[in-house]
């Protein structure tokens, strides 16, 4: 009966690259403190990733990896549906349903379609453009109170939430309304070398992954980008300066401090201090993630049973909502 009560989460990340900080700030660690909460899903969101060219042999590899580190960072199985999307049939299936409830002005507005179709220009493929309703489908299959996210994907939540309004206009109560759930501290973790983009694989420089070796992540974070600032201050002004705002909020988002904390404690020491501090505080949260990841990629076997059984718990909650979807919008049932 209890089970029954529990509020609904769901997320999931593309294996289309390595985990980094902002994928586990931005998200997982909000999936991992609320584990007790809420009935929790999560997945490999392998079908999103073919929008961009990838190599099959390193997706399979590393949509092994992500399931790993998931259960590394803290999401135990037991209490968390973990999935690999391909897995689950109803996601492509109501993807299309959707396609045809969502407005080609509404994609064409989507920031991501249009930053991925300016970097991948010989690609431009219909996949790239209808991506958003693919991730309306994964939502709404497990009717979610909760998409926990980072603040790059509150658009496309945004969206999904513009089609349940649509299509249960049209039908009725078919979807449950989702809400984005975005973090205090790690929402948007900038590069380390470029604090005015996104920290994101593509500048692997900037960019610190949860499997990297400790002396990796310190020299990043000594080479992080600062300001210029005589003063040489740690005081948090993401305006003036933008590099140790974000090294401020990942500081904040691995210790639980806030600003004005974090600034009393760098008092009198400038950059030098805070910077391998910063470094040092990140390499100890991600130290037994790493470590406990690689042991379980090594035990195929369990990692096999993991999202097969992931998948068939997820089928069988998703099947529920696209059989109901089907029946409203006039197909035979088979
Ligand atoms: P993806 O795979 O690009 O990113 C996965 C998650 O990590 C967050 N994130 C960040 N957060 C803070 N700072 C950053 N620099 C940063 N980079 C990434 C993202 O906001 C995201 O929460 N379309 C999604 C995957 C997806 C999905 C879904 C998510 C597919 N279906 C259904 C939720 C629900 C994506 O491309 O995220």
């Known amino acids: 009966m209890e089970e029954q009560a529990k509020k609904v989460m769901l997320s999931g990340i593309q294996p289309s690259g390595d985990l980094h900080l902002g994928n586990y700030l ?14 929790n899903y999560y997945f490999m969101a392998d079908l999103h990733t073919i929008t961009v060219r990838q190599n099959p042999a390193d997706l399979r590899r590393r949509t092994l990896e992500q399931l790993a580190q998931y259960i590394a960072c803290g999401l135990d199985p037991e209490r968390n549906t973990l999935f690999i999307q391909s897995h ?5 299936q109501l993807g299309w349903v959707l396609n045809c409830y969502t407005m080609f002005g509404e994609l064409s507005r989507m920031t991501q379609f249009k930053d991925k179709s300016a970097k991948h220009k010989d690609n431009i493929n219909g996949g790239l453009f209808t991506y958003p309703t693919l991730m309306a489908a994964d939502i709404l299959l497990y009717q979610p109170d909760f998409v926990p996210v980072g603040e790059d994907q509150k658009q496309h939540v945004e969206l ?3 089609i349940v309004q649509r299509f249960n206009g049209i039908y009725g109560e078919v979807f449950k309304m989702p809400e984005p759930y975005i973090p205090k501290a790690g ?3 900038m590069g380390l070398t470029a604090p005015e983009s996104k920290m994101s694989k593509s500048i692997p420089e900037g960019c ?3 499997m990297e070796k400790p002396e990796d992540i310190q020299r990043k974070f000594k080479r992080a980008i600062t300001d210029s600032d005589t003063q040489n201050c740690v005081r948090y002004d993401p305006e003036h300066k933008p590099g140790v705002a974000n090294l401020m909020n990942i500081y904040a988002a691995v210790t639980g401090k806030s600003y004005a904390q974090i600034e009393a404690e760098f008092e009198g020491q400038g950059y030098g201090a805070f910077k391998p501090a910063v470094g040092e505080a990140v390499i100890e949260t991600l130290r037994p993630i790493r470590e406990e990841a690689q042991r379980i990629l090594k035990d195929k076997a369990y990692l096999e ?14 099947n529920k909502t696209l059989r109901k979807v089907y029946k409203k919008v006039g197909f035979v049932a088979p």
């Open 26 to 39: 931005g998200a997982i660690k909000n999936w991992v403190d609320r584990t007790d909460e809420f009935d």
């Open 305 to 318: 049973q993991v999202y097969r059984s992931g998948a068939e718990k997820a089928s069988y909650v998703a």
């Open 187 to 189: 929402a948007r973790v």
């Open 160 to 162: 999904t939430r513009n």
């Open 88 to 92: 689950v049939p109803a996601h492509a």
């Open 208 to 210: 610190v992954f949860l």
